[in-house]
């Protein structure tokens, strides 16, 4: 439970301790003097979202530090789990918020994060502000209350592993059914795919080879009548070919070599220029293939494929002999799909049934504490003077969820004769308040939650309504330490601890700070609470309240 709060720099808050007692604690004050800030300390030391804008101005950080003893098994667990340790049965939670927004966390004086105090600060403290009403309007809030008393919470969990089991198997399945009615169609795709690119026979690197010998071969009438003319140029049976040309004169040469020595040598150049003509004009006969034509056909067909292949799918044609490989890939998968389909429809199958068992399980457990949950909130609002409401958690069948099969709501009937009718359409503020103080006394044995505080449940109450809540609240911190901020003497009598918040100026800034008062100081602010003024009446009322609380506590 909470024994001792720290807080320094929050808001109109310098710096305030406060110890508190294992029972019931409450705290009073003016409007204004710090009440709310006090449970948003606490709500930091939680975990919850905070902002720059509580640090108190001008000062650097915001520091709020809680001490907690006697732990519940489940929260010592927790500590355990997140790698803490709970020294003597007690553990510290600290949070600070700095001016510039950055935020902290420590378990034990170790660092740590909000998620972790978010953890551990549910298993330590339940508040419960006027906020928490509005909680009751919600028909899934309303469900975790039966399941929280029905103590079901294993049972559901177990269930809920078991529907995610057969979520996922029914979304891989029908995955798998949609993807199978498109098989057939997949496959004559993919074959056509590997049909057609089969046929253009590509290997890398081979696409701009087989553009560049088209382009020779539409060229290869040019170059042909080329060819030719240097043939005839060169070795031709007419007497103006090259090569007869240069025998004749070297004939020429050779004749007058004799007289003329220069000429002799030229001739014998001449002879090592005429092997090489000849030889250049074996060489062209050589190139002047006759199959030209046909192999033009032939690439122009593959080069015309080509192209269409890579227009149509948007590739070159390295990237479409990849695609190829790709195909043949996928069309292998294809095989086998319907071995996996009928092996998942019998796996849904069998998790349908269990489904459908846990969730007509749950159903029973809930129909059964609804009953007995109705009956002893109920019995509570009888005692917080609501004699004539009745509550009742209607189990109604739905289709199965994450949930289980059933839709939970609560129904109230506020006046004898009057028919049930939902809480979230017809309840006031004051009947909330003692609705939810009702389910929380209830809830007492059920949660093992050691702290609860309630801020400002007198709400929308007065009179002998707020002498029963008081009691009630008394009641309850028989079981668990209770703090509750209020307004009404009639609950603040019934306390074992009074806290009294007070705001103070000095020097042009505010300051609050906290007293715990002994039987005069809680007679004067009971007084005070009364009527404002502290009058001689309010006081002897004040007197007489303490006095009966004192008695029948």
């Not at 010592?76 to 600290?94: C, I, N, Q, Y």
């Not at 309303?142 to 078991?162: H, N, P, T, V």
């Not at 074959?191 to 089969?198: K, P, S």
């Not at 609501?386 to 949930?403: C, E, G, L, R, Y």
């Amino acid at each position: 439970m909470l024994k001792e709060l720290s807080i320094e720099n929050l808001a109109v808050i310098e710096r305030v301790d406060a110890r508190f007692d294992d029972k019931f604690n409450v705290f009073t004050g003016e409007t204004g003097a710090g009440k709310s800030i006090l449970i948003g300390g606490i709500n930091a030391i939680l975990g919850q979202r905070t902002t720059k804008d509580i640090v108190r101005t001008g000062a650097p950080k915001a520091v709020i530090s809680a001490v907690f003893d006697e732990l519940p098994a489940e929260a010592a667990d927790k500590l355990s789990e997140l790698g803490f340790s709970a020294e003597d049965g007690e553990v510290m939670l600290t949070r600070e918020i700095s001016a510039d927004g950055k935020s902290s966390a420590r378990i034990n004086g170790r660092t740590a994060t909000a998620a972790m105090l978010r953890e551990v600060g549910s298993l330590l403290v339940d508040i419960h502000g006027q906020h928490e009403n509005r909680i009751l309007m919600s028909n899934d809030n309303q469900r975790d209350i039966l399941d929280s008393y029905g103590a079901i919470g294993e049972i559901l969990e177990d269930y809920r592993a078991k529907f995610r089991d057969f979520s996922r198997v029914s979304r891989k399945l029908k995955t798998l059914r949609e993807e199978n009615e498109n098989r057939a169609f997949k496959t004559e795709r993919l074959t056509a795919v590997i049909e057609e690119l089969e046929a253009l026979n590509l290997s890398k690197g081979e696409g701009e080879r087989l553009e560049s010998e088209l382009e020779r071969c539409r060229s290869s009438a040019r170059i042909r009548a080329a060819l030719y003319n240097a043939y005839s140029c060169l070795y031709a049976e007419e007497s103006s070919a090259a090569t007869d040309l240069l025998r004749e004169a070297r004939k020429a040469l050779e004749s007058v070599s004799d007289a003329e020595p220069a000429a002799g040598e030229l001739a014998g150049r001449l002879d090592e220029i005429i092997p090489e003509a000849e030889d250049i004009a074996s060489e062209i006969i050589s190139l002047m293939r006759d199959d030209d034509d046909y192999r033009r056909e032939e690439l122009a067909d593959r080069v015309s494929a080509l192209k269409h292949a890579k227009r149509r799918y948007n590739m070159d044609s390295d990237e479409l002999v990849d695609y190829l490989e790709q195909c043949r890939g996928e069309l292998a998968e294809l095989g086998g799909m319907e071995d996996e389909i009928e092996e998942l429809s019998e796996r849904k199958h069998i998790l349908a049934e269990e489904v459908k068992s846990r969730a007509d399980n749950i159903t029973a457990l809930r129909t059964a504490a609804a009953e007995k949950l109705s009956a002893e909130i109920c019995g509570e609002l009888n005692f917080l003077a609501m004699p004539q409401v009745k509550i009742v958690f209607a189990v109604k069948p739905d289709k199965i969820t994450i949930n289980g099969r059933d839709t939970v709501e609560m129904l109230i009937s506020a006046n004898a004769g009057e028919e049930l009718k939902p809480l979230n359409k017809i309840a006031s503020g004051g009947e909330l308040s003692r609705i939810m103080l009702a389910i929380k006394s209830v809830l007492a044995d059920n949660d093992g939650i050691p702290t609860l505080i309630f801020d400002e449940v007198d709400a929308g109450i007065s009179g002998r309504a707020a002498q029963k809540v008081g009691i009630k609240l008394a009641e309850t911190a028989r079981k668990r330490q209770v703090l509750c901020i209020t307004h009404l003497a009639q609950i603040a009598s019934r306390a074992d601890c009074h806290l009294l918040i007070e705001k103070q100026t000095d020097g042009g800034r505010t300051f609050t700070h906290i007293e715990r008062l002994d039987f005069d100081g809680r007679k004067a602010e009971l007084a005070r609470i009364i009527d404002g003024e502290g009058s001689d009446s309010s006081l002897k009322a004040a007197e007489e309240m303490l006095t009966e609380a004192m008695k029948s506590g």
